[in-house]
């Protein structure tokens, strides 16, 4: 079992470059959504929306860890969430709440998953 020191160590020095960057950008993101719903009652519908966020967000520390699970656990994230978006007729409040606010940015960040994916453990 690692410490915490050296886990952060590692997620900062083994992956590439933008990875811990992303990782910043998901945490920041995070904090944000779970600002702007702290006034919804908890388990309700609108946190939907900071559930996928705080998802992405561990799951992108560990894509920094170098984890494949993780990897993988991103791409299916981003690939139920363009499902969500593209296959379900919802109207545009129910795609908004019900698949990843990160819609673009995730799809990129998936592809330089990949691109990276040999590299995993």
Same mark, same amino acid.
């Given at each position: 079992?690692?410490?915490?020191?050296?886990?952060?160590?590692?997620?900062?020095?083994?992956?590439?470059?933008?990875?811990?960057?992303?990782?910043?950008?998901?945490?920041?993101?995070?904090?944000?959504?779970?600002?702007?719903?702290?006034?919804?009652?908890?388990?309700?519908?609108?946190?939907?929306?900071?559930?996928?966020?705080?998802?992405?967000?561990?799951?992108?520390?560990?894509?920094?860890?170098?984890?494949?699970?993780?990897?993988?656990?991103?791409?299916?994230? &981003?690939?139920? !969430? /363009?499902?969500?978006?593209? @296959?379900?007729? $919802?109207? *545009? &409040?129910?795609? !908004? /709440?019900?698949?990843?606010? @990160?819609?673009? $940015?995730? *799809?990129?960040?998936?592809?330089?998953?990949?691109?990276?994916?040999?590299?995993?453990?």
């Amino acid at each position: 079992m690692r410490s915490t020191k050296t886990f952060f160590k590692d997620i900062i020095s083994k992956p590439p470059m933008l990875f811990p960057w992303v990782a910043l950008f998901h945490l920041v993101l995070c904090c944000i959504s779970i600002y702007i719903y702290r006034t919804e009652p908890f388990p309700s519908i609108g946190w939907i929306q900071p559930a996928w966020i705080v998802a992405s967000a561990i799951v992108w520390i560990f894509i920094c860890d170098m984890k494949r699970w993780a990897a993988y656990t991103y791409v299916f994230l &981003t690939s139920l !969430s /363009l499902l969500l978006r593209f @296959l379900l007729k $919802m109207n *545009v &409040t129910e795609i !908004s /709440l019900y698949s990843s606010a @990160l819609f673009p $940015m995730d *799809v990129i960040f998936s592809f330089f998953v990949l691109y990276y994916f040999k590299r995993f453990r």
